[in-house]
């Protein structure tokens, strides 16, 4: 394997000049703890059936979340480990602590396989059934890494995929029926911010290396329709939902939660076109009106669906 100029193999940079300190520092920041927003699907099913108010309700939330944020912890630091080279390659990702040689491969494989025990352990609290949603999860991830990543079109959906596995573990955990609408809003918002990753991926390259086989494929044109179409349609949907599966104040709440929804929508789709969708939980932490716009959503969905 030929390392990009200028780059050390993994664990050099640490024997070099850090110290246990450095490593575990690099070993957190490996397991992108940012990242955990994503679990915030979690919290989806129990929110909108109006159970985070019962003790039953938010334990088993927060036992879901838990279980998440290990096992996703866990794959970043498999995925890291297995895309150390290409990440090199990447004006970013070469910063990342595997790729920088702060955290040796071998570590990072350790310690992904405690977390992802860790996970499935912490999901039995809940029961059988949300360790089993668990390890599916863990089963896509892994087919995702080393298969599904490198296969245009199924890479995307693949990762709108482990957003809804999410937002059904929820539902698992907390014993409550997922609905088609509640799947169809979820499905598409995951894969809007999927292809607006991808677009943002493919500005960066900018004509340099390819550091995803898929970005070889993928055109401007067309993950900007990807995008379109699923802007278009988890709007359509969003509506729908708010306005045929409620009524009375219920309804009139979660109708004008379409207004701050949109904005949401419109304003990431112009974050994206400015080359800045690669992260997308980082444009929650930094973008101002996309806080405003979702805490606006958040606000009217909590009023519909607590309130009456």
């Keep these: 394997m030929h390392l990009a100029s200028g780059t050390r193999p993994p ?16 070993l ?27 003790a039953d309700g938010l334990r088993g939330s927060l036992i879901a979340v838990a ?14 480990a297995a895309d150390v080279a290409a990440d ?6 070469r910063l990342r602590p595997i790729a920088a040689g702060i955290v040796p491969v071998r570590l990072a494989r350790i310690a992904g396989t405690v977390l992802l025990v860790l996970g499935v352990l912490i999901a039995l609290a809940a029961g059988w059934r949300l360790a089993l949603v668990v390890a599916c999860y863990l089963a896509l991830t892994f087919a995702y890494t080393h298969w599904l990543k490198h296969q245009p ?41 999927v292809a607006g990753k991808r677009d943002a991926e493919l500005r960066a390259q900018n004509g340099g290396e390819v550091t995803r086989a898929t970005l070889a494929v993928y055109t401007p044109g067309y993950l900007a329709h990807v995008r379109a179409m699923s802007a278009g349609a988890v709007i359509v949907t969003y509506g729908l939902w708010a306005l045929q599966e409620h009524t009375g104040t219920a309804q009139a709440f979660l109708a ?18 400015r080359g800045q969708g690669e992260e997308p939980e980082e444009l ?25």
Excluded at 11 to 26: H, I, L, Y
Excluded at 256 to 273: D, I, N, Q, T
Excluded at 284 to 307: K, N
Aim: with cysteine.
């Design 28 to 54: 957190l920041r490996a397991c992108r703890p940012r990242q955990w927003l994503k679990n915030g699907f979690v919290l989806a099913a129990p929110a909108a059936a109006g159970v985070l108010t019962t």
């Design 67 to 80: 279980a998440f944020c290990c096992a996703a912890s866990g794959t970043y630091l498999f995925n890291d």
């Design 153 to 193: 079109v199924v890479d995307l959906v693949a990762v709108a995929a482990c957003q809804v596995v999410r937002a059904f573990a929820g539902a698992v955990a907390v014993g409550v029926p997922v609905t088609g609408w509640f799947l169809v809003v979820v499905s598409l918002g995951s894969l809007l911010l």
């Design 88 to 93: 090199r390659l990447h004006p970013r990702k």
């Design 11 to 26: 664990g050099e940079t640490a024997r070099a000049g850090g110290g246990f300190g450095a490593v575990a520092a690099g």
């Design 284 to 308: 929650v932490l930094r973008d101002r009106p996309l806080q405003v716009f979702t805490a606006m959503t958040l606000l009217l969905l909590v009023l519909g669906i607590y309130l009456p």
């Design 256 to 273: 004008a939660s379409l207004v701050p929804f949109v904005l949401m929508v419109l304003r990431h789709a112009l974050l994206v076109e």
